[in-house]
């Protein structure tokens, strides 16, 4: 059972970032397996070690995405995924040296990180390439317009 499936809620309607996230729940979910079905430490290992590979490899993609579009938010939006880097480096240097870090509630934070951080953080850049269209006070008022 996945700790969580992709929805198109969770779209930016960006493609190789959505892809990107996709793979992202892949990896979280086949970590999710792995823990529930008490895979070996080395099967964990390799798991967190895509997960920490693949974060920083999105996370350089999508600011890179950010900067050609002038998003204005981009220095926030680094630190924030400088801050979850960290973590999921973190969780992964105590698993190397062999203490017992993949429990429920590790998985629930990356969960919630990147539920949170797709439906939120991610979705104001798809607010910004395609913000909501903005009607005058007339045009509110005349069907017409």
Not at 106 to 127: C, P, Q, Y
Not at 135 to 144: G, H, S
């Amino acid at each position: 059972m996945p700790l969580m499936d992709w929805n198109d809620g969770l779209s930016i309607h960006v493609d190789f970032v959505d892809d990107d996230h996709k793979y992202l729940l892949h990896l979280l979910n086949s970590l999710g397996d792995a823990v529930r079905e008490n895979h070996g430490n080395e099967a964990l290992g390799k798991i967190l070690q895509e997960l920490l590979y693949y974060t920083g490899y999105h996370f350089s993609r999508e600011e890179e995405f950010m900067s050609e579009i002038n998003y204005p938010h981009l220095f926030t939006h680094q630190q924030i995924h400088n801050k979850f880097a960290r973590e999921v480096r973190n969780v992964f240097e105590e698993h190397k040296a062999g203490k017992p870090v993949l429990t429920t509630s590790v998985l629930d934070m990356m969960k919630g990180w990147l539920i949170n951080h797709i439906a939120l953080e991610d979705k104001r850049i798809s607010l910004f390439l395609n913000p909501p269209a903005i009607k005058t006070f007339d045009e509110l008022n005349d069907p017409q317009v």
